[in-house]
């Protein structure tokens, strides 16, 4: 089976769409492969976009493309992957729409938010703003709508889920993602080697903290 089919957007532009459905893992593959004649990777949420260099063939490239994916199916893809833990607090003062998500799925809050740290997630894509992963493996049970009005301030740090997908928000900013918790953690720093703390394909587990357990983070230096 071929291990990607290819849908061109233009002259420069394709999108890959993975055989094997995982695009996050064809994302790290070509985002670390290096090949000269590819400018640009950009992870989305089924498809992986590449840009080629002006005067790349077409064809070539996507003949080196095949040969890489040839040689990554020869190790296992588990050794690609990152687990990052992600401390939350689910106090209610932290977490506006906690109470409204746990009468909707018929738990108490404590159910909804152990069921919301259970999780098994992984980082698709990021985008929104900088920083910000869209990130799948919401348990079904808490898969609710946004906001009928977007709130015109989230606080930076406030965990999210809408759909699927559960997200932090890296910044303060608008936002209509409804609000389970908070992490302490400073998810985006330009001034860091790698700015976002997340990213795609990387597994992400959330991990319980009391409302003294947050303060303590928050107050650590960054």
Known sequence: MEPIR???AGEREAHLLPSDGQSDRLYRTLATSRLDEIEEVIPGSRT????LRRGADPDGVMASVRAVLRDRDDVPASNAVRTVVIPVCYDAHLAPDLEWIA??????EDEAAELHASGDYTVRFLGFAPGFAYID???????VPRLDSPRARVAAGSVGITGARTGIYPHASP???RLIG?????????MRDQP??????????FQRITRREF???????A
């Not at 009468?103 to 108490?108: E, I, K, N, P, V």
């Not at 908070?182 to 330009?190: E, H, I, K, Q, S």
């Not at 976002?196 to 587990?205: A, N, Q």
């Open 48 to 51: 992986v976009q590449v840009r």
């Open 182 to 190: 908070m992490t302490p953690l400073r998810l985006f720093d330009p």
């Open 103 to 108: 009468r909707r799925a018929g738990l108490s």
């Open 137 to 143: 493996g919401l348990p079904e049970l808490l898969h």
């Open 196 to 205: 976002s703390m997340l990213g795609p394909g990387d597994r992400v587990r």
């Open 6 to 8: 290819v849908i061109w």
């Open 215 to 221: 303060d303590a983070l928050r107050a650590e230096p």
């Open 175 to 177: 936002g209509g993602w």
